[in-house]
């Protein structure tokens, strides 16, 4: 039982190395963006045209995402607990609309996680709608 739980620490301690060592996302000047709302739980990183960033918030806790292309949006989340270590980690897609700003909805649970992106939309009751071009998330890819 011990060695399981030492393997799995080692494994999410490289895994977040390997996380913690993606370069942060900074937009090319002029370049068209979209804004992603970065609250909630979960270490939230994505990947465009074959490359993984880790997304900086601003002030006000945004950060730029790059418009026009599919973005591959991932979550991951782990929490540790007595006699037991819970992760889990969830991808989609969608490709940004340039202005938009985007609300990541990540909902860990015991057995699965559940990952979806809303468009931010102060026209609707709940401040959101549907994103139309969110997808299931394959392997990122160079184009």
């Known amino acids: 039982m011990k060695r399981g739980c030492h393997v799995a620490m080692v ?17 090319a000047p002029g370049a068209p963006t979209a804004r992603l709302n970065m609250q909630g739980v979960g ?6 045209d074959g490359a993984w960033y880790k997304p900086v918030g601003d002030g006000d806790g945004y950060a730029p995402l790059p418009a026009g292309r599919r973005v591959h949006i991932n ?13 889990c980690e969830s991808r989609v897609s969608l ?7 985007y609300l990541v909805d990540f909902e860990p649970h015991t057995e699965r996680c559940y990952l979806t992106v809303f468009k931010e939309d102060t026209s609707k009751r709940a401040g959101v709608s549907m994103e139309p071009t969110l997808a299931a998330a394959s392997a990122c890819k160079a184009p």
Request: hydrophobic share 35%.
């Open 75 to 87: 979550v991951y989340y782990s929490v540790q607990r007595p006699n037991a270590l819970y992760r």
């Open 95 to 101: 490709v940004p609309a340039a202005g938009q700003k």
């Open 11 to 27: 494994l999410a301690t490289l895994w977040l190395a390997g996380c913690a060592s993606r370069p942060e996302y900074q937009p």
């Open 43 to 48: 270490d939230k990183s994505f990947c465009v």
